[in-house]
Structure formats: structure tokens, C-alpha cells
């Protein structure tokens, strides 16, 4: 088996049920390790982040797979765990909201408060950022703003080339808003057939 926060997981609700699941995505997030990323690699990414973004190194977190070593979501709608691949993604959160307000104001205003909804990617990109920003959360390529668009397409482009792999960053208010998100998530999780089996 992959090695991964999966037996760790499986043991908090085994104890908690989707009790107390804040206090467990905190640990996973902010205090264990990331598992699938070679650190000093990971250290470069991390930091070129910082740069591009002109957030604080300590904002960016590691999530998904190649943190934990398997994913929350069931993407293939099996009811089975997946785990990570070499592959996979690396996706950064950026808890900082200096940036969120910031993203959020270009966006205002080249969409002349969102009014030109032409300037967003994708005609039905406004109600997923509008929604998505309600709840504290900006997916970089739903913003109406181009130039933060390619800022975020920029940096996955550009650390693609140099490490091989895909790299995305979403963008949080806050950290209340960062665990909410992802207790929604984990709660999938929770009800995957797999992992029920693997709770009895």
C-alpha cells in the first residue's frame, strides 16, 4: 500500500466519526509532514510561490494527494480510495488575505464590479467565483481579472517546465475558510464504501 495519512484517517473516525474533524485537518495540514514531494524540491516550489504571489512562505500548505497520499474525492465515482500516483497534481492552498482581498478587488474592477462578465474565462465562471467567494475560496482561473490569471498560469506553467509536474495554487481568505473547505471534502471521504468497510 501507498504510504499515507489513510491509517491515521480511518482511525480518527474510527474514534470521532466525523466529530471533531476541524481539530484532525488541522494536525493533518499544518503540523504532518508532506509525503510525496521531496522536501528541498518542495522548499523551491514553496518559495517561488512566495515570490510570485508576494504572500509569506508559512501561508502556502500543501493538500491533497501528494500530502497525504491519497485523495478525498472520489474522482472516478467507485467508491474506492485513490491514492496518490506520480502523476498527480501538487496543489498549494494560500491561506492569506491580503492576497484574497486583493484578487478579489482586481477582479472588481476590471469586471466594473462585475458587470463585464465577459472578462471572466468562461461565460459560466462568474457564478462559480461568485459562489466560490462567498465561502472564501478563489480557484485562480475563475477570476475576471486577466492579468491575475496569467500571473497563477504563469507560475504552473513555469514549474511545470522546471519540475516535470503540475502545480496549482487556490487562494483562501483565512484559515476558518481553508479547514471549512476541506470538512467538506473529508466528509466525502467518510462516506466512500471503502473506507465504511474499513471502519466496521
Avoid: W
Avoid at 26 to 41: A, N, S, V
Avoid at 88 to 113: G, H, K, R
Avoid at 157 to 183: C, H, P, Q, W
Amino acid at each position: 500500500m501507498t504510504y499515507s495519512y489513510v491509517d491515521k484517517t480511518l482511525e480518527f473516525f474510527k474514534l470521532y466519526e466525523t466529530k471533531n474533524l476541524d481539530d484532525y485537518l488541522k494536525r493533518l495540514y499544518f503540523i504532518y509532514p508532506t509525503l510525496h514531494i521531496e522536501h528541498d524540491r518542495l522548499g523551491e516550489i514553496l518559495i517561488e510561490a512566495q515570490k510570485r504571489f508576494k504572500t509569506s512562505f508559512h501561508h502556502i500548505k500543501v493538500i491533497g494527494s501528494k500530502h497525504q497520499g491519497f485523495s478525498f474525492i472520489d474522482k472516478y465515482k467507485n467508491g474506492k480510495i485513490k491514492y496518490v500516483e506520480d502523476t498527480s497534481d501538487i496543489d498549494l492552498a494560500i491561506i492569506d488575505s491580503y492576497l484574497f482581498n486583493n484578487l478579489l478587488t482586481n477582479t472588481m474592477i476590471e469586471t466594473e464590479n462585475f458587470t463585464l462578465r465577459t472578462k471572466f474565462k468562461k461565460p459560466d465562471y462568474f457564478q462559480y467565483y461568485r459562489k466560490n467567494i462567498m465561502s472564501g475560496f478563489i480557484r485562480p482561473d475563475s477570476l475576471g481579472c486577466y492579468r491575475d490569471r496569467k500571473l497563477f498560469e504563469g507560475f504552473s506553467k513555469d514549474m511545470e517546465g522546471e519540475y516535470g509536474i503540475k502545480v496549482s495554487a487556490a487562494v483562501y481568505l483565512n484559515e476558518i475558510s481553508f479547514i471549512t473547505r476541506l470538512n467538506k471534502q473529508i466528509r466525502g471521504f467518510y462516506e466512500l464504501e471503502e473506507v465504511k468497510h474499513g471502519l466496521k
